[in-house]
């Protein structure tokens, strides 16, 4: 008699538990997800119909079976699986390719530029006003030579 006695709390907990659960499930669901009937109808049910009112909650009321029955667009499972996602990222790795080619055409045109190989040729001048590459500066005088 005292095995059964136990058998018999330890499923009053159980079910207990599974109750309040499951109204707290129902109490704190978004409303406009709630299928065929109020929140409130559903809290009565689930209190008063025991065990029976819990599967008819997570059956019909939070849309267990019903909702995966009615879902018309398929989600999903993974962010890889989504075409729209996938296309963001494509479109997000091809900008940044852009930017860095950018960059790298504009460094290497302010690197010839200081090299001078940019588009204009550097010409030194004597001051006669023919610019040529053979008109460079003499170096000047005044430095001191070793003539030894």
Known sequence: MGCMARLLIAIIVIYTALALYSLFDCISFESSRVKMMPK???AAIILFLPIVGIVLWYLFGRGGLAQKADAGKAVPAAPDNDPEYLKKISDDLELRRLRELQRQQEEQRRAEKLRGNGPEPRTYSN????GSDDDRPEPEEDSPRNDS
């Open 40 to 42: 409130a109808a559903w």
């Open 127 to 130: 001051g006669d006003g023919n």
